[in-house]
């Protein structure tokens, strides 16, 4: 298996633009989750879904972030307008009912200047 | 309650010696303890996870051991090698799967 896909695996852009960043998860899992490292705040949970549903978004930031899973093999986070306070490196990692075991992705590292 | 607190922040330990990192957590309702391992560039992997009916479970030189009624737990990591250097995180999870991560330790094992 490829593992969880992540793209792009950086991104730089101008404060005020729209980021969006992409996931595949491994095949047959079904639980995807969003998180963000930063060196402040560490390694921090910001979405997850289960079956393509969002089951908890209590770590979403602000309403400048949102999150969708159209379907079973990909999900996206998109930040819009994105701000320097937004760089950081965005993970995603899946897992499968009955094991709890996150597989994370390589990251993407967002960079708002 | 919902924080899972961890130490040293930083770890400088020489060939061969134990490393120890410490967590703590206040929410009875985590079932599950896992800890990963980060390394520059990588995401996090798990490296070792625990349940809390043990209090100890062993995979080769690394160690969890944990304390139910002190809400704490800790990884050992005997015969320490450059190779482990690396950021380890603990981490707390529910059935839900939402798991809570601690802030990291940074360790470097001097050859």
């Known amino acids: 298996d490829a593992g969880v896909i992540q793209s792009p695996r950086h991104e730089v852009t101008e404060m005020g633009q729209e980021v969006t960043l992409r996931c595949k998860p491994i095949?047959?899992?079904?639980?995807l989750f969003w998180y963000r490292q930063t060196m402040m705040r560490g390694l921090e949970l910001l979405i997850y879904f289960n079956n393509n549903v969002p089951i908890d978004d209590s770590g979403m930031p602000e309403d400048r972030f949102s999150a969708k899973m159209p379907n079973a093999s990909f999900s996206t986070l998109k930040i819009q307008p994105s701000e320097p306070r937004d760089s950081a490196v965005y993970f995603c990692?899946?897992?499968?009912?009955?094991?709890?075991?996150?597989?994370f992705g390589p990251g993407t590292r967002l960079l708002v200047l | 309650q919902q924080q899972v607190k961890q130490s040293p922040q930083s770890l400088i330990v020489q060939k061969g010696g134990i490393s120890i990192i410490n967590c703590a957590y206040e929410?009875?309702?985590?079932?599950?303890f896992p800890w990963y391992q980060q390394f520059p560039g990588k995401g996090p992997a798990l490296l070792i996870a625990i349940r809390p009916d043990v209090s100890e479970k062993k995979e080769g030189r690394f160690t969890i051991s944990f304390n139910k009624s002190a809400k704490q737990f800790s990884l050992h990591i005997m015969d320490s090698q450059p190779g482990d250097s690396a950021t380890y995180f603990c981490a707390a999870g529910t059935g839900g799967f939402k798991t809570i991560f601690g802030a990291g330790t940074r360790l470097f094992v001097k050859a």
């Open positions: 929410n009875t309702a985590f079932d599950y």
């Open positions: 990692a899946s897992s499968s009912t009955g094991m709890k075991t996150q597989y």
């Open positions: 095949s047959g899992h079904d639980y």
